[in-house]
């Protein structure tokens, strides 16, 4: 602990104003007050420094002490972060709630990771080895789900000389000491500090070419996220941002899940404390939460560690990228940390760019949205970070500031329609406003998966929706009566694809999670039953015998009829449009 010291000259809320801070440094933390509140100062003016607070500064008083503590905002990186929920410092909530009841005090310090439990500690390493940064020492099983693999800290290089036998230890215990090249020792511990706006290095950047896999059908095929890759689920409220974000936590296939509930209402937070407990990983028949991080910073939590919550997740994901495991972070919601950045701005008195949000919105989603990526990590393994953040832009525009510097850092953009959502048409993804900048980029994964290119069809498919929208405008005006068969035909088939194919039932068994294989099957057969109802219209035969209700009906509920064990049967659905239109076009041509 650093012995310099600083006064509180005036406070704004969470932001101090300090004097006599002459040798503090640029993002360090501090404590603040009698109450010992953490803080980070973020402006340094001669010897006047702002210090913004991540606890509630009711209570302080001008004069009180700043100290330094000489180092940059930290997270204590180790076992005994998944399957725990964190507040926007990484202060453990349940650990609080056992010890102060349902509300967190102020000044009960930066308290983190259990460092009591005992965590059985298996080698890599021995003594004599040389090591380094980043390289996997040892093991210890976290969870059921996931090995935590130890990380020589970076900056650390040399050899070992000496190394503790394997056995229980607590995080605090030194298992290595490692000597550099220049004499100097090194202590290894279980766990290793790092500072949370900086990005962990790598050893290199690779390619974006596989799919993230969420068995969500409107996802996979038409919008598909890249491990890697960077997404955002714009919508106004009751859209679903929440919904689509937790379906994408429980069956996506990432390794590990880190969810960042950035201002949120504590209801919707007490939802995700509920309901992911009792999730069943389907892959291994586990608690979800055995491979889950939960970081709840809600709207009545103070508005500096809503800031910091989303660089808290994102350190976290890094930290697990770098042990080789591909990692998703559902950041929900980016909007509320947008304005936590706009209430700290306007209490800086900045000067406020659109709407009020400051000038460096669009540099600070930059940077975060740049933490994701495809990479080789230090430690010699492919790992990844998926970063898909909700926006919550005001009145569902999304021309607004957030929204739109959102657009420009990510990939892939799956914008929620009230509309849809109101009809209870989910997840309420609107295909005309909505892309994917991955698809073409990961068109190898889907010929080595399924063995055959989907882009044709997947551009059929949206082609016959963008039509219908056109031609529903012409409906609307004069009537379907008198548009010509082949028009009528691709309203009908547009209905299928988006009743049978794109709407999906998170509460149904079979509906809340299709496999690959599943997904291409159906739109096969939603093809198969265009290009024959074409034929038939060619041919002369009225729409209202092509468009037979009873097989669109079938067509439309095979997702729930046939189940992801017993995919075959879509065959004997290919063959029943088959011999119904083969046997009306013979009775046509007779």
Known sequence: MSSLAGKIEMINGPVIRGVEMTGFKMREMVTVGHKKLIGEIIAIDGDEGTVQ???????????????????????????????????????????????????????????SIDEEKLWEVAFQVSEGDYVKQGQIFGTVEETPLITHKLLVPIGVEG????????????????????????GKEHEVKMHQEWPVRTQRPVAERLQIDKLLITGQRVLDIFFPIAKGGTAAIPGGFGTGKTMTQHQLAKWSDADIIVYVGCGERGNEMTEVLEDFPKLIDPKS????????????????????????????????????????????????????????????????????????????????????????????????DPGSITVIGA?????????????????????VFLGLDKELAY?????????????????EM????????????????????????????????????????????????????????KIGFLQQNAFHKEDTYVPLKKQIEMLKTIELLYNRGLQGVKRGIPISIIRNSELYEEIIKMKYTISNDNIEKIQGLN????????QLESEYSA
Request: a negative charge.
């Open 159 to 182: 050899k070992v000389t000496w190394r503790i036998v394997a056995g229980e230890y607590n995080i605090n215990k030194v298992l290595l000491k490692v000597t550099d090249l220049k």
């Open 442 to 497: 990961i068109q190898r994964y889907y010929e080595k998966e399924l063995g055959e290119n989907i882009e044709e069809i997947r551009k059929k498919m949206l082609s016959i929706l963008y039509e219908e929208s056109k031609l529903l405008e012409i409906v609307l005006l004069v009537g379907e009566d008198v548009l010509p068969d082949d028009q009528r035909l691709i309203l009908e088939i547009a209905r299928v694809i």
């Open 53 to 111: 607070v991540y606890e509630e500064t009711e209570g302080l008083r001008k004069g009180e002490e700043i100290l330094s503590t000489g180092k940059p905002l930290s997270l204590k990186l180790g076992p005994g972060m998944l399957g725990n929920m964190f507040d926007g410092i990484q202060r453990p909530l349940k650990k609080i709630k056992d010890v102060h009841g349902s509300f967190i005090p102020e000044g009960i310090g930066l308290i």
């Open 285 to 380: 028949n586990r608690p979800i939460m055995e491979r889950t991080v939960l970081i709840a910073n809600t709207s009545n939590m103070p508005v500096a560690a809503r800031e910091a919550s989303i660089y808290t997740g994102i350190t976290m994901a890094e930290y697990f990228r770098d042990m080789g495991y591909h990692v998703a972070v559902m950041a929900d919601s980016t909007s509320r940390w947008a304005e936590a950045l706009r209430e700290i701005s306007g209490r800086l008195e900045e000067m406020p760019a659109e709407e009020g949000y400051p000038a460096y919105l669009p540099s600070r989603l930059a940077q975060f949205y740049e933490r994701a990526g495809y990479v080789q990590a230090l430690s010699g």
């Open 423 to 439: 009809s209870r048409h989910y997840p309420a993804i609107n295909w005309l406003n909505s892309y994917s900048g991955y698809s």
């Open 575 to 582: 063959a029943k449009i088959n011999d119904f239109y083969n």
């Open 391 to 411: 926006v919550s832009p005001a009145g569902g525009d999304f021309s607004e500031p957030v929204t739109e510097n959102t657009k420009r850092f990510v990939n």
